[in-house]
């Protein structure tokens, strides 16, 4: 769970919890009166529970008539608990652990929702707020881009946040949104520009949407193609591994522990660490090289074969034309210079039935070609999906990188300057240590608790760093 720090444990929504909060609420002149009787949750309209640690949500069915909710900055897992308060119109869940969206079904004069910064990987089971303006889901794990569409179905939303979810880096992101919520006003904290709206949706005409999201369809596949002209490390997915970026990274935030590099002996161990890290994203940045130039191979060999066939069809098609043409001229000619009527007649009846050839041969061309260019999509659907995932699983897992070099290197190190800073602090102790420490090495080595802390969360940055590296290449290939 992302959202804890320390020590401090999880918390479920009790009585005195609520009682807690809605005593806070109270006037001061109120307060002690809430605290001797019993309050009325009848009255209570507004709850605020924020920052209390809180994994379950219960006990709130007391709190039928609450309008508004503030659930955030908590560990809360699954959204539960909340089915009796059916006038609720402001709900607050943002900065939590949440990864599915459920449990709102009876909600339904919700008209402000923020789910912002969870888990969630999927936009569902909301169908019933039909009074939802305003809807924030920004900073999760959405991927799917198409997936948008399906919030068509809240006919009064007007405010989106969908910043920060993998998904917005794709070039025509806010075409596509705004082109399937025509009712939008807000997107992302920005007010949408009149011009494009109008242009978006003067495109619909007489076929609805279909126009519309083909060309949107469309705008993403080519913003994805010309991203194929950029940086060969960043399309690689393996950008900032080549060299001493991420170690340097590592540090950027993390100035306490370089104080320690007087100690004895761990000198030595602060200088021979980059040299290994470094070598094992050199080794990732080759092999994200590699798997680059096998999805390139099989882009090309995709776009080849596709010319292929439709210069073929082309080919075919002209062909077919050409002899009907050289036909149908002998014909009129025939026609012209025919001597009975009955000739001619015969002519023209032959006319017909060449058109009619003409036709069903364009037409079984066209199966043909259309059957081809589907037996190739497929096909090389299938081949990406072997090769990019093959790159994530062992991103993931079989690659060292996750599984033993780089968290296991940084594991190490951890636990062996937690060793040799502890055993410079026990030869402190026994006034066994000659050198001279600066000063603020000695208020590093003043106790253990501190000594513990500061290494502790500087392990905490690099793994967080690492972590967030490896993330960036598994959504960028996704997206991909």
Request: aromatic share 8%; with cysteine; proline share 0%.
């Given at each position: 769970m992302s959202q804890f720090f320390g020590n401090v444990e999880p918390n479920v929504i009790d009585d005195e919890m609520v009682q807690k909060a809605i005593e806070e609420k109270f006037p001061e002149d109120l307060g002690d009166l809430a605290r001797?009787?019993?309050?009325?949750?009848?009255?209570?309209?507004?709850?605020?529970?924020?920052?209390?640690?809180?994994?379950?949500?219960?006990?709130?069915?007391?709190?039928?008539?609450?309008?508004?909710?503030?659930l955030d900055n908590n560990v809360i897992e699954k959204i539960e608990g909340l089915e009796s308060l059916v006038h609720l119109v402001w709900l607050d869940l943002s900065f939590n652990?949440?990864?599915?969206?459920?449990?709102?079904?009876t909600l339904v004069k919700l008209q402000d929702l923020s789910l912002y910064s969870n888990r969630i990987s999927k936009i569902e089971h909301i169908d019933t707020l039909q009074e939802l303006q305003i809807f924030s889901i920004g900073k999760?794990?959405?991927?799917?881009?198409?997936?948008?569409?399906?919030?068509?179905?809240?006919k009064n939303l007007q405010t989106l946040n969908l910043s920060g979810n993998p998904f917005c880096n794709f070039e025509h992101y806010t075409l596509f949104v705004v082109a399937h919520l025509p009712s939008l006003v807000y997107l992302d904290f920005k007010l949408l520009r009149d011009s494009t709206v109008r242009f978006l949706h003067s495109l619909t005409g007489k076929s609805g949407n279909s126009i519309l999201q083909?060309?949107?369809?469309?705008?993403?596949?080519?913003?994805?193609?010309?991203?194929?002209?950029?940086?060969?490390?960043?399309?690689?997915f393996v950008e900032y591994l080549n060299g001493s970026f991420l170690f340097d990274s590592l540090y950027a935030e993390d100035t306490e522990v370089a104080k320690l590099a007087s100690l004895p002996e761990v000198e030595d161990l602060l200088q021979a660490y980059p040299s290994w890290?470094?070598?094992?994203?050199?080794?990732?940045?080759?092999?994200?090289?590699?798997?680059?130039?096998?999805?390139?191979?099989?882009?090309?060999?995709?776009?080849?074969?596709?010319h292929e066939i439709l210069t073929v069809n082309q080919q075919e098609s002209k062909r077919i034309i050409s002899d009907f043409e050289n036909q149908n001229?002998?014909?009129?000619?025939?026609?012209?210079?025919?001597?009975?009527?009955?000739?001619?007649?015969?002519?023209?009846?032959?006319?017909?039935?060449?058109?009619?050839?003409?036709?069903?041969?364009?037409?079984?061309?066209?199966?043909?070609?259309?059957?081809?260019?589907?037996?190739?999509?497929?096909?090389?659907?299938?081949?990406?999906?072997?090769?990019?995932?093959t790159f994530m699983e062992n991103i993931q897992g079989i690659y060292p990188f996750?599984?033993?070099?780089?968290?296991?290197?940084?594991?190490?190190?951890?636990?062996?300057?937690?060793?040799?800073?502890?055993?410079?602090?026990?030869?402190?102790?026994?006034?066994?240590?000659?050198?001279?420490f600066p000063d603020d090495v000695r208020k590093l080595l003043v106790d253990k608790d501190t000594i513990v802390n500061t290494i502790n969360m500087s392990h905490s940055i690099h793994l967080r760093k690492i972590d967030k590296r490896e993330s960036d290449m598994l959504c960028n290939t996704y997206q991909w």
């Open positions: 001797r009787e019993n309050i009325n949750f009848q009255v209570v309209t507004e709850l605020q529970l924020s920052f209390k640690s809180i994994l379950q949500i219960d006990n709130l069915w007391p709190l039928e008539n609450l309008t508004k909710l503030q652990n949440i990864e599915v969206i459920e449990g709102l079904d999760n794990n959405l991927t799917i881009l198409e997936d948008v569409v399906y919030l068509r179905r809240l083909s060309l949107c369809f469309v705008a993403l596949e080519a913003g994805s193609l010309q991203k194929s002209g950029s940086q060969k490390h960043t399309t690689a890290f470094v070598s094992v994203c050199e080794n990732l940045y080759n092999y994200g090289l590699e798997e680059y130039e096998k999805r390139e191979a099989e882009v090309s060999k995709f776009y080849k074969r596709f001229q002998r014909r009129l000619d025939e026609i012209y210079h025919a001597r009975s009527g009955d000739i001619a007649e015969s002519k023209r009846a032959e006319g017909k039935e060449g058109i009619l050839h003409l036709w069903d041969a364009l037409m079984t061309l066209e199966a043909l070609v259309s059957n081809d260019l589907e037996e190739l999509l497929q096909d090389f659907k299938r081949s990406i999906d072997v090769i990019a995932s996750h599984s033993i070099q780089c968290r296991d290197l940084e594991n190490q190190h951890h636990e062996k300057l937690m060793e040799m800073t502890f055993a410079v602090l026990e030869k402190l102790d026994k006034d066994e240590v000659e050198e001279d």
